[in-house]
């Protein structure tokens, strides 16, 4: 089985047997969808509802953002040949980790249950909250969801758009 992971602001459609979409999760929300008759699905994991009114984003920035990340994922599952009133989904995350930080997971979680109730999407399996990390792994082309929770998570990976406007060079703080 092929494994395509994603990270912070990514997605990944695929309409494919044999590959499988994986994800590590804190506060951040992972939204599985997939349409049975097409056997096309995807994942988006953002990290925030909404960006800030007055914040210019870039293209790549939008994906980090739910509003934004949700919409990217439908529209790239319909190129591939899904309809909209057949998505079903899973969603996943939203976990309040740090104590006396903000809220985050429940605002992501909050927005992802709403989003698919206003769209009217089919929610299957809904593991939002706790204070855990969780690794969720998804074939999208069977619909088939595995998550875990994460006692032990690794020190979280930097955006790979970061990296590429580094310009070959690290600074080590």
Do not use: W
């Not at 990514?10 to 590959?19: C, D, F, K, T, Y």
């Not at 999760?25 to 007055?54: I, K, T």
């Not at 040949?81 to 740090?98: C, E, K, P, S, T």
């Amino acid at each position: 089985m092929r494994r395509v992971p994603i990270i912070q602001g990514e997605l990944s459609v695929i309409a494919e047997p044999g590959v499988m979409i994986s994800t590590l999760l804190g506060s951040c929300v992972a939204v599985c969808l997939q349409d049975p008759v097409a056997r096309v699905g995807g994942m988006n994991h953002f990290l925030l509802v909404q960006p800030e009114s007055n914040r210019p984003l870039s293209a790549s920035d939008e994906q980090r953002y739910g509003v934004h990340a949700m919409e990217l994922l439908i529209n790239g599952m319909m190129q591939h040949g899904a309809m909209r009133n057949r998505l079903r989904g899973h969603l996943y995350g939203g976990a309040n980790i740090i104590a006396g930080l903000a809220a985050i997971g429940t605002s992501n979680a909050k927005f992802a249950r709403a989003f698919m109730e206003t769209e009217g999407i089919e929610i299957g399996r809904c593991e939002l909250g706790g204070t855990l990390a969780r690794r969720v792994d998804f074939i999208p082309y069977e619909g088939r969801v595995r998550s875990m929770v994460v006692r032990d998570v690794p020190p979280p990976v930097i955006a790979r758009a970061a990296l590429a406007e580094a310009d070959g060079d690290v600074e080590l703080f």
